[in-house]
């Protein structure tokens, strides 16, 4: 069993910056690719960033430039730095991992970009 816990939301002005991180823990094996997932009131969960094992990365084309995921293989930790953040970044974020087959979901964390 993995569990996930998620840091780092909060509240920004359009424009601003956040880091979200998303630690690991529950395993003694190391965990597979890692992602971040957003969801809005009413939407449906969508795909942000994905980062597999050996660092390759994929986005979604509405963060690409602006969005960067990353992670310590060491630490069983992936990060999500999110710059020029707008209005339409407001969602729940959740950390996502897979290990074994098994996807695993963190309890979310909220970012909201309002002025």
């Known amino acids: 069993q993995v569990q996930l816990v998620e840091s780092g939301g909060g509240l920004v002005q359009p424009g601003g910056s956040l880091r979200l991180s998303c630690a690991a823990s529950?395993?003694?094996?190391?965990?597979?690719?890692m992602g971040w997932h957003h969801q809005a009131p009413g939407n449906k969960r969508e795909l942000v960033a994905t980062?597999?094992?050996?660092?390759?990365?994929n986005y979604a084309d509405s963060v690409k430039g602006r969005f960067t995921i990353s992670r310590d293989n060491d630490k069983n930790t992936v990060y999500l730095q999110m710059n020029s953040l707008k209005p339409e970044d407001t969602a729940v974020y959740y950390c996502?991992?897979?290990?074994?087959?098994?996807?695993?979901w963190g309890q979310g964390t909220q970012v909201t970009v309002s002025s």
């Open positions: 529950g395993s003694r094996f190391s965990v597979g690719a």
């Open positions: 996502n991992a897979h290990l074994l087959g098994q996807s695993y």
């Open positions: 980062i597999t094992l050996d660092g390759r990365t």
